[in-house]
């Protein structure tokens, strides 16, 4: 990472007003925002959601969304104003001069047509490349982003490459006119650490080769750290500081910087073991499960304690969420058994009385999809309240206001709202709420804040601990983040391929030595030194992150 | 010159007219965005809406009547659909204003973001809704009574061969067409929201309940569907009422049959659309949540996937209606539908349709049809714009 401040200015952003249309009126979106890049530059746009960095980070191509419009300030491209450029003077910039990475490549790509055909079309219709020279340069791009059989892979439909190989498809379709300007859009939350690192080593890689200038937007501050050389931090369309990425590190400014750097310091008092005679509230034993034909699960077991957290830990497909499934009934297991407090459950959640559903509750990743949205929340949490407690009329009134309050939310004002009209965070803990009026003894978390900024996970996560503290629960946390199970878990189990690759008490775990797949998980979880994936790579060896070295153990 | 060449010149005007009026409007606007990033394409479209209204009025100024005292029906006709559509607006504008002013706050509030034609289409519904409600006391005569004059024209202007006790004119066998207009509403308009209304119980419980419990109950509800499906509506409708007027001991008992012939064979439709909701509602974590908590399938299926499916749904019964509606009309046109002496559209459009021959002579004997088939047309329109706005609304809840 070069000065490259010294460098003649590519991108510049003046005083830029963004509104956006709700209910007949615009509301501001960016409040008067300035931005400088310069060639072969990677400026970092951190902030949570609704800062307006995607907002900000799509003006810099002269584009907003439907419903929202720029108001005022000026934006100039390499001296071309991008605010009152026509129509067909963007066409000529965007995809050639001016490319964009999505978050979600699988919702990006169109599935009706191979990886190359996109790759190409970009190309051919600015007229930068025949066809041929454009599908023999996105087959050099494969290799040079490491993608495996760089000779095959394009010739492939989008659902048939995983997702963090879309996700580099999709930076070569970005490289393929070799722009001077790349927007990265959130590329790679949607991944899991260890593919994560493959995607971020590829783009460094190549916007470095390219010497492509990028704005890369996040709201993980440990991936900015690697790949910025100035970070800017939004914070509902203000700016609230910008340096460069060391200095930002180690001495940022502003109250707000330092919170969100503080928020992986969240650490809860090590618990004393659990006694050795004691009856586990949930006892997984030997289980065996399949989809259709194929065992997905083999010969799972692991205890759960009463008022004990158990993370499980695994990348995706690693079958953390089918244990879940397991555990609550809705897929019986071929061989084995779930325990509850020593008692054997019924297999099908179909068969288990209404008491035994009632202990076993579960909170889930998607707060949108896990609450009814044409039911008020006083409906979604007075629900369970009436079904298990038979609690009616006033009784189950003030019961929903209890729970309100125990997750920190005053009922007043929430108990006739849609969950339309509140936040991620608040769909979140309207979720738990709805757990806990059922009283259990054991709730399952599956990844609870993965879809959530860091302070607002940060915030369900001491909603939890708090929560557990005073009522005795035990957690089953699923979860792919370990800085999620550095804070909250007493005991981990980490899952590959469907197998408990190793498991024991958190401290334990995070000492060496550790089983390899561990020890690839931990050491691919990005950590705030803008050093950590340079060392990483050297340590691991250029070819041999990710997938690579994942095939070794 | 043929039409075609002139078709085809005009065609060219436009095509210039369209370029020329693009370049005035950047060079008049100093390159506002609206011109300078407009395509040719959009321009072109402007500039044939502009021909097309500019031969609108041309058309409408032309003498309704020949100079030899002859009517001009293309003309006359015209004039009639351009007053009908101004009166509608007028209308339509006047009860938006007003429902933007009276009743609750919010009505109020939907009223002032609801588009003129869905304001049209409510109003137009409100007073078929009326009319069908209170029909006997609003039409002047009974459905069934029969007056001496015959073949009285609409008008009521006895110079036109009217009758002013009869405005809207009288039927072959002198019944009163303004009467038999507004029990028709009763009639037609009753029957099909009671099978439509009857379809989408079937239908949709049905649909949800094979999307929640899939497996062989799906399997055979699906299959059963298919086959219904797979033999033509109309034909199928026409078959079964032939073999259940040989049931029928009373012309209202094949009514009866009808509403449910037509109701299963419509159910289908709205069994496949359930369904496929349903199918999307059920994979969602909050039904699992529901299942997980030991819920009923009577719970899942009322209080959790419908109150998520009614926008489709009710989008759904719009049109619905209209195809029921249609059906009964067509099934009554064919004679197998509503038994006479009740009033219905379908056999009034039949028993009048003779007079269409007339229309080049006498467009007011042409008109007797026309009423007919117009009512049905117009809350087919007014449904359908009402639906639109309704499936407007619920997608852009979305967003």
Same mark, same amino acid.
């Given at each position: 990472?070069?000065?490259?401040?010294?460098?003649?200015?590519?991108?510049?952003?003046?005083?830029?007003?963004?509104?956006?249309?709700?209910?007949?009126?615009?509301?501001?979106?960016?409040?008067?925002?300035?931005?400088?890049?310069?060639?072969?530059?990677?400026?970092?746009?951190?902030?949570?959601?609704?800062?307006?960095?995607?907002?900000? @980070?799509?003006?810099?191509?002269?584009?907003?969304?439907?419903?929202?419009?720029?108001?005022? @300030?000026?934006?100039?491209?390499?001296?071309?104003?991008?605010?009152?450029?026509?129509?067909?003077?963007?066409?000529?910039?965007?995809?050639?001069?001016?490319?964009?990475?999505?978050?979600?490549?699988?919702?990006?790509?169109?599935?009706?047509?191979?990886?190359?055909?996109?790759?190409?079309?970009?190309?051919?219709?600015?007229?930068?490349?025949?066809?041929?020279?454009?599908?023999?340069?996105?087959?050099?791009?494969?290799?040079?982003?490491?993608?495996?059989?760089?000779?095959?892979?394009?010739?492939?439909?989008?659902?048939?490459?995983?997702?963090?190989?879309?996700?580099?498809?999709?930076?070569?379709?970005?490289?393929?006119?070799?722009?001077?300007?790349?927007?990265?859009?959130?590329?790679?939350?949607?991944?899991?650490?260890?593919?994560?690192?493959?995607?971020?080593?590829?783009?460094?890689?190549?916007?470095?080769?390219?010497?492509?200038?990028?704005?890369?937007?996040?709201?993980?501050?440990?991936?900015?750290?690697?790949?910025?050389?100035?970070?800017?931090?939004?914070?509902?369309?203000?700016?609230?500081?910008?340096?460069?990425?060391?200095?930002?590190?180690?001495?940022?400014?502003?109250?707000?910087?330092?919170?969100?750097?503080?928020?992986?310091?969240?650490?809860?008092?090590?618990?004393?073991?659990?006694?050795?005679?004691?009856?586990?509230?949930?006892?997984?034993?030997?289980?065996?499960?399949?989809?259709?034909?194929?065992?997905?699960?083999?010969?799972?077991?692991?205890?759960?304690?009463?008022?004990?957290?158990?993370?499980?830990?695994?990348?995706? @497909?690693?079958?953390?969420?089918?244990?879940?499934?397991?555990?609550?009934?809705?897929?019986?297991?071929?061989?084995?058994?779930?325990?509850?407090?020593?008692?054997?459950?019924?297999?099908?959640?179909?068969?288990?009385?209404?008491?035994?559903?009632?202990?076993?509750?579960?909170?889930?990743?998607?707060?949108?999809?896990?609450?009814?949205?044409?039911?008020?929340?006083?409906?979604?949490?007075?629900?369970?309240?009436?079904?298990?407690?038979?609690?009616?009329?006033?009784?189950?009134?003030?019961?929903?206001?209890?729970?309100?309050?125990?997750?920190?939310?005053?009922?007043?004002?929430?108990?006739?709202?849609?969950?339309?009209?509140?936040? @991620?965070?608040?769909?979140?803990?309207?979720?738990?709420?709805?757990?806990?009026?059922?009283?259990?003894?054991?709730?399952?978390?599956?990844?609870?804040?993965?879809?959530?900024?860091?302070?607002?996970?940060?915030?369900?996560?001491?909603?939890?601990?708090?929560?557990?503290?005073?009522?005795?629960?035990?957690?089953?946390?699923?979860?792919?983040?370990?800085?999620?199970?550095?804070?909250?878990?007493?005991?981990?189990?980490?899952?590959?391929?469907?197998?408990?690759?190793?498991?024991?008490?958190?401290?334990?775990?995070?000492?060496?030595?550790?089983?390899?797949?561990?020890?690839?998980?931990?050491?691919?979880?990005?950590?705030?030194?803008?050093?950590?994936?340079?060392?990483?790579?050297?340590?691991?060896?250029?070819?041999?992150?990710?997938?690579?070295?994942?095939?070794?153990? | 010159?043929?039409?075609?060449?002139?078709?085809?010149?005009?065609?060219?005007?436009? &095509?210039?007219?369209?370029?020329?009026?693009?370049?005035?409007?950047?060079?008049?606007?100093?390159?506002?965005?609206?011109?300078?990033? /407009?395509?040719?394409?959009?321009?072109?479209?402007?500039?044939?809406?502009?021909?097309?209204?500019?031969?609108?009025?041309?058309?409408?100024? #032309?003498?309704?009547?020949?100079?030899?005292?002859?009517?001009?029906?293309?003309?006359?006709?015209?004039?009639?659909?351009?007053?009908?559509?101004?009166?509608?607006?007028?209308?339509?504008?006047? !009860?938006?204003?007003?429902?933007?002013?009276?009743?609750?706050?919010?009505?109020?509030?939907?009223?002032?973001?609801?588009?003129?034609?869905?304001?049209?289409?409510?109003?137009?519904?409100?007073?078929?809704? +009326?009319?069908?409600?209170?029909?006997?006391?609003?039409?002047?005569?009974?459905?069934?009574?029969? !007056?001496?004059?015959?073949?009285?024209?609409?008008?009521?202007?006895?110079?036109?061969?009217?009758?002013?006790?009869?405005?809207?004119?009288?039927?072959?066998?002198?019944?009163?067409?303004?009467?038999?207009?507004?029990?028709? &509403? #009763?009639?037609?308009?009753?029957?099909?929201?009671?099978?439509?209304?009857?379809?989408?119980?079937?239908?949709?419980?049905?649909?949800?309940?094979?999307?929640?419990?899939?497996?062989?109950?799906? #399997?055979?509800?699906?299959? &059963?569907?298919?086959?219904?499906?797979?033999?033509?509506?109309?034909?199928?409708?026409?078959?079964?009422?032939?073999?259940?007027?040989?049931?029928?001991?009373?012309?209202? /008992?094949?009514?009866?049959?009808?509403?449910?012939? +037509? &109701?299963?064979?419509?159910?289908?439709?709205?069994?496949?659309?359930?369904?496929?909701?349903?199918?999307?509602?059920?994979?969602?974590?909050?039904?699992?949540?529901?299942?997980?908590?030991?819920?009923?399938?009577?719970?899942? +299926?009322?209080?959790?996937?419908?109150?998520?499916?009614?926008?489709?749904?009710?989008?759904? !019964?719009?049109?619905?209606?209209?195809?029921?509606?249609?059906? +009964?009309?067509?099934?009554?046109?064919?004679?197998?539908?509503?038994?006479?002496?009740?009033?219905?559209?379908?056999?009034?459009?039949?028993?009048?349709? #003779?007079?269409?021959?007339?229309?080049?002579?006498?467009?007011?004997?042409?008109?007797?049809?026309?009423?007919?088939?117009?009512?049905?047309?117009?809350?087919?329109?007014?449904?359908?714009?009402?639906?639109?706005?309704?499936?407007?609304?619920?997608?852009?809840?979305?967003?």
């Amino acid at each position: 990472m070069t000065d490259t401040t010294a460098r003649p200015v590519l991108l510049q952003m003046r005083d830029i007003r963004i509104e956006g249309r709700s209910d007949e009126t615009w509301t501001p979106i960016i409040n008067g925002v300035d931005l400088t890049l310069h060639k072969g530059e990677v400026l970092g746009l951190i902030g949570e959601s609704g800062a307006g960095k995607s907002t900000l @980070g799509l003006a810099a191509m002269g584009f907003t969304r439907d419903g929202v419009r720029i108001s005022g @300030g000026s934006i100039t491209f390499d001296g071309i104003d991008l605010v009152n450029a026509s129509a067909e003077q963007k066409r000529q910039l965007l995809g050639k001069r001016i490319a964009y990475v999505a978050q979600s490549a699988a919702a990006s790509f169109n599935p009706a047509h191979k990886l190359i055909d996109q790759h190409a079309e970009a190309p051919v219709a600015h007229g930068t490349a025949t066809r041929a020279e454009a599908e023999e340069d996105g087959i050099e791009l494969y290799r040079k982003l490491r993608l495996p059989n760089p000779d095959e892979i394009g010739f492939r439909y989008p659902h048939q490459v995983s997702g963090g190989q879309l996700q580099r498809a999709m930076v070569a379709m970005a490289m393929s006119c070799r722009p001077d300007l790349i927007i990265f859009d959130e590329p790679t939350t949607a991944l899991d650490v260890t593919t994560q690192i493959e995607v971020l080593a590829a783009i460094r890689h190549i916007v470095a080769e390219f010497d492509t200038a990028a704005i890369y937007i996040t709201h993980d501050l440990a991936v900015v750290a690697q790949m910025a050389d100035r970070i800017k931090v939004l914070l509902r369309g203000d700016e609230v500081e910008e340096s460069d990425t060391r200095s930002m590190l180690e001495q940022p400014q502003e109250d707000y910087t330092k919170s969100l750097w503080a928020v992986r310091e969240f650490q809860r008092p090590d618990k004393p073991p659990p006694a050795v005679d004691a009856t586990p509230v949930i006892s997984v034993q030997g289980i065996t499960a399949a989809y259709g034909k194929i065992d997905v699960l083999h010969d799972v077991s692991f205890d759960i304690h009463a008022g004990r957290t158990v993370a499980v830990v695994g990348e995706s @497909g690693s079958g953390k969420s089918t244990a879940a499934r397991v555990i609550t009934g809705l897929l019986p297991p071929r061989v084995g058994q779930v325990e509850l407090d020593g008692e054997t459950l019924p297999l099908d959640y179909r068969k288990r009385s209404k008491d035994q559903l009632r202990q076993v509750q579960m909170i889930y990743q998607m707060a949108d999809t896990a609450l009814n949205p044409r039911k008020t929340i006083g409906e979604i949490i007075g629900r369970p309240v009436q079904f298990y407690m038979g609690l009616r009329g006033r009784r189950k009134r003030d019961r929903v206001a209890e729970l309100l309050d125990q997750i920190e939310l005053p009922p007043e004002t929430y108990l006739d709202r849609l969950p339309s009209e509140l936040s @991620g965070g608040q769909k979140q803990r309207i979720g738990i709420a709805r757990a806990l009026a059922a009283e259990p003894r054991f709730i399952i978390c599956d990844e609870v804040t993965s879809a959530l900024d860091q302070l607002v996970a940060e915030g369900i996560l001491r909603l939890l601990a708090r929560l557990q503290d005073e009522l005795g629960l035990s957690y089953m946390f699923i979860t792919h983040d370990l800085a999620t199970v550095r804070s909250i878990a007493d005991e981990v189990v980490v899952m590959k391929d469907g197998r408990v690759v190793e498991q024991g008490p958190k401290p334990e775990m995070f000492r060496p030595p550790h089983h390899p797949y561990t020890d690839l998980l931990l050491s691919s979880v990005p950590e705030m030194d803008p050093d950590w994936l340079t060392n990483l790579l050297k340590e691991r060896g250029v070819d041999d992150i990710g997938d690579a070295s994942a095939d070794k153990i | 010159m043929s039409v075609w060449t002139m078709i085809l010149i005009a065609l060219v005007a436009i &095509a210039v007219a369209a370029w020329v009026g693009r370049f005035v409007g950047r060079r008049a606007t100093g390159n506002a965005p609206r011109f300078r990033d /407009m395509p040719y394409a959009v321009a072109f479209g402007y500039a044939f809406v502009l021909a097309l209204l500019v031969w609108a009025v041309w058309y409408y100024l #032309q003498p309704a009547v020949t100079e030899a005292g002859a009517p001009v029906a293309g003309v006359t006709f015209f004039r009639w659909a351009v007053h009908a559509l101004i009166v509608f607006a007028i209308a339509a504008f006047l !009860f938006r204003l007003l429902g933007r002013h009276v009743g609750t706050s919010a009505t109020r509030k939907l009223f002032r973001h609801m588009p003129l034609t869905a304001a049209f289409g409510v109003l137009v519904i409100l007073v078929y809704a +009326i009319l069908a409600i209170f029909a006997p006391l609003i039409a002047p005569y009974g459905q069934a009574v029969v !007056f001496d004059q015959v073949n009285a024209l609409p008008g009521g202007n006895p110079a036109t061969g009217g009758n002013p006790a009869h405005p809207l004119g009288t039927d072959q066998i002198g019944r009163d067409l303004l009467s038999r207009l507004i029990y028709g &509403a #009763q009639n037609t308009v009753g029957i099909a929201f009671v099978t439509t209304l009857l379809a989408f119980v079937l239908g949709g419980s049905l649909g949800f309940l094979a999307a929640v419990l899939r497996g062989w109950f799906d #399997q055979l509800m699906s299959r &059963a569907v298919d086959v219904l499906m797979a033999i033509p509506s109309l034909i199928f409708a026409l078959l079964l009422m032939t073999i259940a007027s040989a049931w029928a001991t009373q012309s209202w /008992m094949l009514t009866v049959y009808m509403v449910f012939i +037509i &109701a299963v064979i419509d159910s289908t439709r709205v069994f496949r659309l359930s369904r496929a909701v349903g199918m999307n509602i059920v994979v969602m974590d909050y039904i699992e949540a529901a299942k997980l908590r030991g819920e009923g399938l009577g719970y899942l +299926i009322f209080r959790e996937i419908l109150p998520n499916a009614y926008a489709p749904l009710l989008a759904e !019964f719009g049109l619905r209606f209209c195809f029921v509606f249609l059906t +009964i009309a067509s099934l009554s046109f064919l004679g197998v539908g509503i038994q006479p002496p009740l009033a219905d559209w379908g056999t009034m459009v039949r028993d009048l349709a #003779q007079f269409i021959n007339f229309a080049a002579f006498s467009p007011l004997t042409a008109a007797l049809p026309i009423m007919a088939a117009g009512a049905i047309a117009l809350l087919t329109v007014a449904v359908n714009f009402v639906v639109d706005w309704m499936l407007h609304r619920s997608s852009g809840l979305k967003e």
